[in-house]
């Protein structure tokens, strides 16, 4: 690819996670000069960190609608997806459903719980990435991990009414807004990279007097044992408070820009499969091409200066058929996605879908 700025690299990239919010890269060399100390210890540097570290702890869980008591912090979002859902999975009798699109985390954690005995049911998605939780859940000890928005397609999905001895897990990876968590939740997890936040941390909520336990072993007082980066952790919460300052006003742009996306295409690819529905989450925009190979296609895009995705969101491979598409009857070759961002304009996604076209008849 002919090098180019960073400012037109970042204006065409389609890619699904936001880079770092300005306002946070800013301060990330000070929050690592500045947060090295241990924060359990008396000395003034200490108290310093400790103090900050509650204040963006406080300003983290309100704008995720939860208590600041309710938050967790982990360095890993796998181990996120491990802690939150596991602690609801303690009882092997259980019943573990959860959706075929969901991130395939959870078809591992499922695996793992059927080898140690227990049940579990996949539910089937219709064409439109919709899933019906609510007839599922007929047993008192069911546990249902609910996936609020696919960060491939953009589907979303309605939360079904459990009883007080059903567990209920909430995927909010990929949701807007970020605090709409049910009435009746008992773990949820949150993707700091949704909002411009660091890689390398996420957030866990464990709902007061909810059903999770801890699945680890009891080692010390903490009630989620692990470490994380306290600067990471400094820097999400000031990406999370200035995204949230624009973030309802640039999905009604993103919107806007989703339609013109789909007639693009739809007018310059007469073949192309729109996969994403028309009501769901505008900044994900999935689409099959029929005869054409993702990845050579994604490749001769990227000589034009654009960065797509193609295949699964969250494969072993970045590259792997996409098992959200497949389990909603799209083929599973030729499925590409973009993402769109604020900063992304009519006339760059004319170009991408210009280089989409182009990179067909080159014949990729």
Known sequence: MSPITENTLQTRDFQNDLPLHPAARDLLEYFFDSGWADPSKIHQQSTDLRNRLGVARES????????????????????AFQTA??????????????????????????????S???????????????IDYQSSLTRDSDVISWQATNREVGAKQ??????????????MTANFPLNALPPRWDSAVWDPRIFGGPQGIAFVGIASNGLWRNPGPEIDKRRVYGSFSKPLLLAAAVALENWMKT??????RIAELN????????????????????????????????????????????????????????????????HVLTAMGYPADG?????????????????LVEALVKGIAAGA
Do not use: W, Y
């Open 85 to 114: 859902v596991s602690g609801l999975l303690a009882n092997r009798d259980n019943r573990f459903i959860f959706g075929a699109i969901d991130r395939q985390v959870i078809h591992g954690l499922a695996r793992v719980h059927r």
């Open 158 to 171: 309605v939360a079904p009414k459990v009883q007080e001895s059903q567990a209920f897990f909430a995927d």
């Open 116 to 130: 140690h005995g227990g049940e579990v049911l996949t539910l089937e998605p219709d064409s439109q990435g919709l």
């Open 335 to 351: 499925n590409l996605r973009v993402t769109l961002k604020p900063h992304h304009s009519k006339e760059v996604v004319r170009e």
């Open 247 to 252: 973030a309802t006003d640039d999905l009604k």
């Open 60 to 79: 983290i869980a309100a704008n995720l609608g939860i208590a600041t008591t309710e938050l967790e912090v982990v360095g890993e979002l796998g181990f």
């Open 259 to 322: 339609i013109a996306a789909r007639t693009m295409l739809q007018e310059r690819i007469p073949s192309v499969q729109i996969a994403s529905p028309v009501n769901g989450d505008p900044r994900f925009l999935a689409f099959v091409i029929p005869g054409v190979i993702a990845e050579e296609l994604l490749r001769a895009v990227e000589k034009s200066g654009f960065l797509i995705d193609a295949g699964s969101a969250c494969g072993a491979g970045a590259l792997s058929p996409s």
